[in-house]
């Protein structure tokens, strides 16, 4: 199982990377916008940030399969481990498919149906990225999506993995888990909640108070 963060901002997955078994950062065109530093700068700093073993994430910005792998290949050539995030679009699909002819390793991201995310993994991506929350606030079953999708790489697409994204709870997360998931992507909030328990420091508490009644200290 592979745990990612989806941000960008460095501090935080320094911090992080210290605590959490990460696998790697994702990020996107909103996320990059957000942290106000340049894709190119930014980039760097993250892989640093995730070691030479953790996995990075970048998506292009064409909307043409030739604009996508120029692009692509525009990363690759300046991060040469990176994974291209191709959203699922009939261009996009086309450009996968160059890109996989080529060895460039892609995500199959901005999807919404199982159906969506299974072209996308026959076209030749490493993997796919179902945006769980995303399905849900348009009146369908983000999960569900999930467990199909899971359901139909297993069966036709086994070199691909679901990389779940787009969450708000940590439930989301556990459940597209249970579903199978081999991989998910957790924005900041979301994986510090993971950790963020009241009841755990309350525990811990009562376990130092009782040890200090008894030895006078909180020593071993």
Not at 53 to 70: I, N, Y
Not at 86 to 98: D, M
Not at 165 to 184: H, N, V
């Amino acid at each position: 199982m592979e745990l990612y963060l989806d941000t960008a901002n460095v501090a935080e997955v320094r911090r992080l990377a210290r605590i959490y078994p990460i696998a790697g950062v994702t990020t996107n065109p909103s996320i990059i916008a957000a942290g106000k530093t340049a894709l190119w700068e930014v980039l760097p700093q993250l892989q640093e940030a995730i070691g030479p073993q953790g996995k990075l994430f970048a998506q292009t910005m064409s909307r043409t399969a030739e604009g996508m792998v120029d692009e692509a290949k525009r990363l690759a050539n300046f991060l040469p481990d990176i994974v291209v995030k191709i959203p699922v679009t009939a261009e996009g699909l086309a450009a996968i498919k160059q890109l996989k002819s080529e060895g460039i390793p892609t995500l199959g991201t901005a999807v919404y149906s199982a159906s969506q995310g299974l072209l996308a993994a026959l076209a030749g991506a490493e993997y796919v990225a179902p945006y769980v929350n995303r399905v849900d606030a348009q009146g369908g079953d983000g999960i569900q999506t999930v467990r199909e999708l899971q359901a139909l790489l297993e069966l036709h697409a086994p070199q691909s993995k679901v990389l779940a994204a787009s969450f708000k709870t940590p439930r989301q997360a556990l459940d597209c888990l249970l579903a199978g998931c081999e991989a998910i992507t957790l924005p900041l909030d979301v994986a510090q909640q993971m950790l963020g328990t009241p009841a755990v420091e309350s525990a811990i508490e009562k376990f130092e108070q009782d040890w200090n009644n008894a030895f006078g200290n909180l020593n071993l």
